[in-house]
């Protein structure tokens, strides 16, 4: 460990608007940004996915407004093939990059990391101010490209060779629409990068005095393995997307081989190869899954803790667990690919790591569920979604079973039990994280309240919403439902559209709920009742200072911990927990580390 | 108001259960030989992750029902077997029961691919382009002429570049827009992309399989019903994706052979 003062901070109290609130070095605005661009990121793609399932349950629907935006893409508001395929490619892209990697990882790892560790700022701040703004480029780049000609790339969000490299032959958005896609893409692993750089060098050489690395909070530990995840795993997919780049720009052949046949032209290209895309997007995409979802379990540990007022069952194996799936969400990226062509025997050998991964993934389920044996839970809108957040992730890592096996893969690949699946436990899992840690710690981060009652309609009617909406999606591809269809036209497929009425109607509601949140933010931001330092009466560093903290964090000094980060159903002059920085002795049952 | 959502998990579950229980929504009934191994995995790996989400989900509501808001006198207490019980259940009880799905498993995706086509299967090319599937028979010399694609007009219906002046193999192959097999007999299915990624799924025969531009894949089953089925294209192909299909026709023998006359006499 280390005494931050002397290197953890370059820079002063900055004075100027735009030093201040634009262009800021302080992790804290960094922090900020990242979450409003993650929230109207997250508004977009929430409008775009009701568009869809608009469409899906009533295929001639006229969506008002929508001849507007797109002419071409939606002739009366009814939307064609392609323009369905165009806003579903925008919808996964905008939700995976911009929501699940900005918000749990950059946004509240940005914010909370250095005050967790008793840090001044992050090592780099420059780096880190520019991780942000590229971020913001990548996604006006990706949101540009709804207007040029022909429209954003309908490829989807794994953007599968060779149809990404082809050109404009291949379909409306698959010229120019795949090359903003990808320099989109490649900006924001830059942007990740950079980012991960920072989260690694803040854990490893900025921690105060007394924070060995076992007493950094789970959340801290969580950001801190999913940097890991991030520099290895956007480190492949930038050079992937140059390479398609090249493939379209520069008439290189890196994904498309010879002897293609469009519109009864010869491609003029030789010699690539279709499965190495798939090989570089899923050694990235497989990570990517747990860039999602581990940031979300450490905060929701974070959060539970403070609200069960007792420490996890043992803080090493939840660690160790977040370690687990780190390592083996890289070994088992080849799942997706078990139908692909790939050797059926390489399908084999991934699918025991995947299986694998359940045993850590269950550990971690049994300590968050056995933990709150005996504990004197306290019920409110963070510990609502925190607790939310196990009961989907159960649901969505069930379903895992089935899709870890190349057998059962060959019924259910391609169809809405997959998306039902990463659904339930990336996006929707990995969204009650976020919801979570926001009542949590909005707090601190505005020095205001949110509003509990509101809160608590927002839970309600997201718990059963999603459920609602996602545990049919399941049955539909038990069914045979195939995904990323327009429309559905195959005789067997017809039976199965009451359900997507169904899903439609709890998807608009369970939306439309997520205003309340909205208003909830926007309302506590501006009129909420002032929040003192520590509501929650909580223990890691975060609640020892100000709030909202002052820009170096604790205002000049330097914390020292005393404690493990979770002291928590103890005797002490304040109460029942004792603060990581408090140099008050405790008896307690938990062996110190 | 902890009780309250103890009882709506402990509802979801059951509800979210009960259609698998009662089979609501399910692949229709299998027409393959080596559909039954999958099928049983399939029920194995339904019984097992629903006991499983049933389990977490149920216990999940206990205990929130039982520890919510207990006031600040109650006693804190920790679950008496500690944290090294939990990793040696996950790990006996889940781990032993997810690799024991996996090594079982193992034949059933054994039986479609690491078993090789019986000499005398039937051998069928099926070429998948934007938006339609096309399939060639080799005739009665039994052997498929070279493609050349750069021959391929759909204007023409010249759908796989064959050359029929030059290429003695290709002049008895017979193409169809549509596919038929003889009931019971072991088919060879040689997969060619002509474009992009597309796909090969019949839910009925238990088969999907991509086809990958650029590289040879093939399959091979074995129908066992006579009936019409629907094929589809599960891999994203473009804006025609959601209507890429082609019919399967499983004849008896006589149909077949009478169907493969009637196609040649068409070419």
Known sequence: MHDTSAHAVQHHAPTSFIRKHVFSLDHKVIGKQYYALALAAALIGMVLSWIMRIHLGWANAAIPGLHTLSPNGAPGGVLTPEYYLQLMTMHGTIMVFFVLTTAPFAAFGNYFLPIQVGAEDMPFPRFNMMSFWVTFIAFLVLVSSFFISDGPTLGGWTQYAPLNAIGSSGGPGQGLGVVLWMISIALFCIGQLLGSLNFITTTLDLRVKGMSLMRLPLSAWAWFITSCMGLTAFSVLMPACILVILDHVAGTSFFVPSGLVLNDQLVPHSGGSTLLWQHLFWFFGHPEVYIAIVPGIGIVSHILIANMRKPMLSQRVLIYCMGALAVLSYMVYGHHMFVSGMNPISSLAFSFPTLVITIPATITVLIWVFSLYGSRLRINSASLFALGFISMFVSGGVSGFFLAQPSIDIMLHATYFVVGHFHMVMGVAAMFGIFAGTYFWFPKMSGRMMNETLGKVHFWLSFVGTYCIFMPFHYLGLAGNIRRYSTFVDDFLQPLIPVHRWITVAALITGAAQLVFVYNLIHSRFWGKPAPDNPWEATSLEWSTATPPPWDNFGGKHPVVYHDPYQYGVQSSVGDYVMQASPEQVKTDHEEK | ?267
């Open chain 2, 1 to 267: 108001m902890g009780k309250f959502f103890a009882i709506t998990i402990f509802v979801i579950a059951i509800l979210s259960a009960i259609p698998i229980v009662m089979h609501t929504w399910e692949a229709p009934a299998d027409i393959s030989t080596h559909g039954h191994l999958i099928d049983e995995q399939m029920s194995e790996t339904m019984a097992e992750a629903g006991i499983s989400f049933l389990a977490a989900q149920l216990l999940l509501a206990f205990f929130i029902w039982q520890f919510s808001n207990r006031g600040t006198e109650s006693k804190l207490k920790s679950f008496p077997g500690g944290a090294r019980a939990l990793v040696i259940a996950a790990v006996l009880v889940v781990g032993v029961e997810v690799l024991a799905l996996g090594v079982f498993g193992v034949k059933a995706w054994a039986g479609v691919y690491l078993t090789p086509p019986s000499a005398d299967a039937m051998p069928i090319q099926v070429q998948a382009g934007q938006f339609a599937f096309y399939f060639r028979y080799p005739g009665p010399d039994g052997k498929f002429g070279p493609l050349h694609p750069e021959r391929i007009n759909e204007g023409s219906q010249e759908f796989f570049g064959l050359d029929k002046e030059h290429d003695v193999e290709s002049r008895d192959d017979i193409v169809t827009a549509e596919m038929a097999i003889p009931v019971n007999k072991e088919v060879h299915l040689l997969m060619h992309a002509k474009d992009v990624g597309h796909s090969f799924f019949v839910r009925e025969l238990r088969v999907q399989q991509d086809f990958v531009p650029g590289l040879d894949v093939s399959l091979h089953f074995t129908a066992t019903k006579v009936g019409r089925y629907e094929i589809v294209c599960t891999q994203l192909c473009g804006l025609g994706h959601y209507n890429m299909k082609a019919y399967l026709d499983v004849l008896s023998n006589d149909d077949f052979n009478e169907w493969m006359k009637k196609q040649a006499a068409m070419q």
